[in-house]
């Protein structure tokens, strides 16, 4: 087992990884990890854009990217059979972790998010579960504050796994793309449009579930939208009454997708992105749930002015091309020369060889746009 202190100024070797994860905890390690836990199963996605061999790097792993990106995760396994082997930790929270499920396959290390549906900082059972048998937890994230998380986090992995030089260059990538739009909206002071967004748009037939803050919304407020949400909502996500949403006529709809085709796609479910999905369907796909009760009395839906983004972009470093999309979608004429396409296809080449092309974002265009 790889030997940690945490906060204690414990003895260790000169040459050993000192790291402040997510948390602001120093965590030292004596070497490089080998095996790790997965709390969350899409930072396997994470690692795919720092090494070629990501599966053999994971000693077990939650399920939800197999169950919240089925067709992601398809791709992901036909790259790598042994993926199909990877332990599994059942259930989600803390009630799925087990002494024989989190340590049998023996991590090294566990990396948990600060938030999200699987284990993360709140599953205090699997934190002491973890702290009893020795497993260094570190903390990373992508979703409370993205933007600045995203670096440190991919910073943090970089070191602890022994891929500074990959991680460096990501994050020079990464940073590159995003000045794209930071730079000028830093120098706007011009109108921001209002935003409504439609958290896993077309799940139910109820309207409609939003976030004020963190994940896609932190991507708004930095590409120069105003979040509706804001001066309703005390916590960061919570439903929206239609009749606010009505009230407060957006200037512009954004809805997040969580559909997938190998699961089925019927009028009036979610929103369909991501691999493999083609144009068609994911345009047929947003116009279905634009008509939904509480969205079709939008003038935004009269206007085309109704856009969709892939709602796994909250928990990734790809939410660099979604940061991109909504800068082209809020200020079109501003950012009338960037291209998030051009940077979708950066990304996905650095997953190779996993084959991750689709459309990941779409729009109804405005009926003076349609030739």
Request: aromatic share 8%; charged share 20%.
């Amino acid at each position: 087992m790889i030997a940690a202190a945490f906060l204690m100024g414990a003895a260790a070797p000169a040459d050993a990884i000192r790291i402040y994860d997510l948390k602001g905890r120093l965590v030292i390690l004596d070497k490089p990890v080998r095996k790790v836990l997965l709390g969350e199963g899409h930072f396997l996605a994470t690692l795919a854009l720092l090494t070629k061999d990501p599966v053999s790097r994971v000693a077990g792993m939650f399920p939800d990217f197999e169950t919240q990106d089925h067709d992601g995760f398809a791709r992901f396994a036909d790259a790598y059979p042994l993926l199909a082997e990877a332990p599994t930790i059942d259930g989600t929270g803390a009630g799925g972790v087990t002494p024989e499920n989190a340590l049998d396959p023996k991590p090294d290390t566990a990396i948990l998010g600060l938030g999200g549906h699987s284990l993360n900082d709140p599953s205090k059972q699997a934190i002491e579960l973890l702290t009893a048998a020795d497993v260094p937890i570190i903390f990373i994230d992508f979703r409370n504050i993205p933007i600045v998380n995203t670096r440190h986090s991919m910073h943090v992995l970089g070191q602890i796994f022994g891929l500074q030089a990959e991680s460096e260059d990501f994050v020079d990538f990464y940073n590159r793309e995003v000045s794209r739009v930071t730079d000028r909206m830093v120098l706007y002071s011009g109108h921001r449009p209002t935003v409504f967004l439609d958290v896993k748009a077309g799940l139910t037939r109820d309207c409609c579930f939003t976030t004020a803050s963190s994940m896609l919304a932190t991507l708004i407020d930095v590409a120069g939208g105003r979040n509706i949400a804001k001066s309703s909502l005390r916590d960061m996500a919570k439903p929206l009454k239609p009749e606010f949403i009505i009230a407060c006529n957006p200037n512009i709809y954004i809805g997040t997708a969580i559909g997938s085709r190998s699961q089925g796609w019927t009028p009036g479910g979610p929103i369909v992105l991501g691999a493999g999905i083609d144009k068609v369907l994911a345009r047929r796909s947003l116009i279905s749930a634009t008509l939904r009760p509480g969205i079709s009395s939008l003038s935004t839906v009269d206007t085309g002015h109704t856009h969709a983004i892939w709602h796994q972009f909250a928990s990734t470093p790809m939410n660099v091309y979604a940061l991109q999309k909504l800068a082209t979608w809020l200020h079109p004429e501003l950012f009338g020369d960037l291209d998030p396409e051009k940077t979708m296809m950066k990304l996905v080449n650095r997953l190779l060889p996993i084959r991750m092309e689709g459309v990941y974002a779409t729009s109804v265009l405005p009926p003076t746009e349609v030739h």
